[in-house]
């Protein structure tokens, strides 16, 4: 069983929808939850960072960390086609920073 | 502008071959990480070195990979030998402290024929 688990989709919906990622983890000692978005051919660049438990906004965006259920969720308000991208989930305890598989988001016009 | 680069962005190379995949973490950066992904297993930990020592390796495959870092500008990852399974994106990525964000390279897209 891999410490972080990630539906990897694909995920399609309309342009304007709320869209819903999320992701467990097992490893107890994961304190800092992060959310990146990969483009085609291109490395993750980090959109969301979020420190123990609790709710962070940015933009159209809102990350969700839930450790007692050790259960984290990204939103994505008015989804746009430039939001089209694969996002993945990472975490880290001691340094060692774990991602999941990534779930694939396409908005549709 | 600051970013981390990775050499060379495409190799294709023969099974059995030695490969070597280069990286220049971003200037200050203690903190270097190497991932691979494919579409099967999605981005893995191979390994990540904080102040140039390596703290974990365990997702390598020891026998065919190993990993350093010479001086604080370079992390190399070399594969030997190459094999068709290891074929895959290889991502160095570094940061400025550990469990702080990551930055990541453009990728080398290995194939091994």
């Known amino acids: 069983q891999k410490e972080v688990e990630q539906d990897p989709g694909p995920l399609s919906v309309p342009e304007g929808a709320i869209v819903s990622l999320n992701c467990t983890y097992s490893n107890s000692a994961f304190q800092y939850f992060m959310w990146y978005r990969q483009y085609s051919r291109k490395g993750p660049e980090l959109l969301m960072y979020?420190?123990?438990?609790g709710n962070k906004e940015d933009g159209r965006f809102t990350a969700q960390v839930d450790k007692s259920s050790k259960y984290i969720s990204l939103f994505i308000r008015d989804s746009q086609p430039s939001d089209s991208a694969t996002y993945l989930c990472a975490m880290s305890g001691q340094g060692k920073l774990i991602f999941g598989q990534g779930t694939t988001l396409q908005v549709k016009p | 502008d600051a970013r981390v680069t990775q050499t060379p962005r495409h190799k294709v190379t023969e099974m059995g071959q030695e490969v070597t995949m280069r990286c220049q973490p971003i200037l200050g950066h203690n903190t270097v990480f190497w991932y691979r992904q494919t579409m099967m297993q999605g981005l893995e930990l191979l390994a990540y070195f904080r102040n140039r020592a390596p703290l974990d390796d365990s997702g390598m495959p020891k026998d065919r990979f190993s990993a350093e870092m010479p001086d604080a500008t370079l992390a190399t990852l070399k594969i030997q030998p190459s094999e068709p399974r290891d074929s895959a994106v290889y991502f160095c990525a570094s940061g400025l402290h550990p469990n702080t964000e990551a930055f990541f390279g453009q990728g080398t897209r290995l194939t091994v024929v």
């Open positions: 979020t420190y123990s438990s």
